[in-house]
């Protein structure tokens, strides 16, 4: 595995400080955030320099139950050759639900959700990893993510799930020590007994961030400093394998450079109090209570030199997930993405309040997001616009994207007469007018509904 050192995730609002930071080996880039023809000039002169830039998408959704699109997959693999990059990053994790496996319309959770460490679950991941493998042009690696709650009746570990992912696909790990710590807040998962079952030599980075603790609930942020646990859990780490390559991510709420350079100092200073500390693989392994949960053997198996020689509970010598494991997973990830977006009973055996905090998050998200891809909003609704829209989430679950939902958030507005003040009402209008623009052909209900909006719409607004 390529050596990539200390780096940090690239964000236009800090490009300009990532360009002038002393020591940064390389940058992460968010895929979907990219646009292949027209990369901002701050990446090209990073990769000019030599700084390798690695993509890592948020999209792709490899934990849900239809296999991957062929048309996000070949995105993603065209921002790899742009960039010239050696491997690239997604999750362990769903983003969206319904559709075709469950005759049920698809929702989309704008949010990586966590897979139920079952085999039906991991049966799908594999097939899934297995296709995006062979659709990429570069090495594969997936990221640990982090979760508010738990899904009931799970039959392995975070290490065992991950050791038998690797161990059957050959896909590298993107370990996150940021989210090892939120899941030992939230759920209770000794982040060392996740270590110790990992296999070391499949990991391919890490990633290190910072959160907060509320109520008793940590919140994987990437907003905040990164706390002396995650350090902790570094270190750990750094003394059973010297990892490739370590990260910093930021994403809100961006310090001082100095600030951001004081971080990646900790990180440089732990990695090498990890190299120097004892061996972690001189130590006892975790036993059965630590390690395995009661349905499994207390450690995994141990790694073969073939990704397909041997898989147990699949539907094939191959691995390939059944259908009825496929069915069976969707209709579960699709009454827990109602039960958090659409307001429907929370399924059986979910704790109802872990529930109750991810879906108020997950509205807050929609609307931070909306007002980034649609900054014009805020300004026209002011104080409003929280209010608001957190009101139009609560009714209308996402189904599309980010933009998709602002047009959707203002035509609901705007059909219902608000808000009040008619000067605020045409300027969203006027807003909602110039992009919605006409649909493909092959929408046409979708393009008949829009012309009865945009009609609708063009009509005298009554003066208040």
């Keep these: 595995m390529e050596r990539l050192g200390t780096g940090i995730g690239w964000r236009p609002e800090i490009a300009d400080a990532v360009e002038r930071m002393p020591g940064v080996d390389w940058v992460e880039v968010v895929a979907e955030n990219l646009c292949p ?68 319309p698809r929702l989309e959770a704008g949010h990586l959700l966590p897979v139920p460490r079952t085999r039906d679950a991991l049966d799908v991941l594999c097939e899934n990893i297995r296709v995006a493998q062979d659709a990429l042009p570069v090495p594969l690696a997936v990221e640990n993510i982090a979760a508010l709650f738990s899904w009931p009746d799970e039959e392995m570990t975070e290490g065992q799930f991950l050791y038998e992912l690797a161990d059957r696909t050959g896909v590298r790990l993107l370990i996150d020590v940021a989210n090892l710590h939120t899941n030992h807040v939230n759920r209770g998962e000794d982040p060392a007994a996740a270590l110790a079952a990992l296999p070391l030599e499949a990991i391919a980075y890490v990633h290190v961030a910072g959160g907060f603790e509320r109520n008793g609930v940590w919140h994987d942020s990437h907003a905040h400093p990164v706390p002396r646990p995650v350090l902790d859990i570094l270190a750990d780490l750094a003394s059973r394998v010297a990892p490739p390559g370590v990260l910093l991510e930021r994403d809100e709420n961006f310090p001082e450079p100095g600030e951001l350079e004081r971080e990646l100092g900790a990180i440089r200073d732990v990695l090498e109090k990890g190299r120097a500390a004892p061996a972690q693989a001189d130590r006892p392994a975790p036993g059965p209570s630590a390690a395995a949960s009661p349905a499994t053997p207390a450690g995994p198996t141990p790694v073969s030199d073939s990704t397909s020689d041997s898989v147990p509970d699949s539907d094939s010598a191959t691995g390939s997930a059944s259908a009825p494991a496929r069915q069976r997973l969707a209709l579960a990830e699709a009454a827990l993405l109602s039960a958090l977006v659409a307001g429907t009973p929370a399924p059986e055996g979910f704790d109802r309040v872990r529930l109750g905090v991810q879906a108020r998050a997950l509205a807050r998200k929609r609307a931070d997001v909306v007002a980034k891809v649609a900054p014009e909003l805020p300004e026209i609704l002011g104080d409003g616009y929280r209010q608001a829209f957190l009101g139009y989430a609560q009714r209308h679950p996402m189904t599309g994207g980010y933009r998709r939902d602002a047009l959707d958030f203002v035509q609901d507005l705007l059909l219902a007469g608000r808000p009040a003040d008619g000067r605020t009402r045409r300027a969203l209008r006027e807003w909602w007018l110039e992009r919605s623009g ?25 003066r208040h």
């Design 37 to 104: 023809g027209h990369l901002p000039a701050s990446l090209r002169r990073l990769r000019e320099r030599g700084v390798t830039v690695v993509p890592h998408g948020v999209s792709l959704g490899l934990g849900g139950a239809e296999r991957p699109d062929e048309g996000r997959l070949a995105a993603l693999a065209e921002r790899v050759e742009t960039l010239g990059a050696p491997l690239v990053t997604e999750h362990i994790a769903f983003v969206r639900a319904g559709g075709p496996l469950t005759a049920s």
């Design 438 to 462: 006409p649909a493909p052909r092959s929408a046409r209900p979708v393009v008949r509904l829009a012309r009865a909006t945009r009609q609708a719409l063009r009509r005298p607004l009554s």
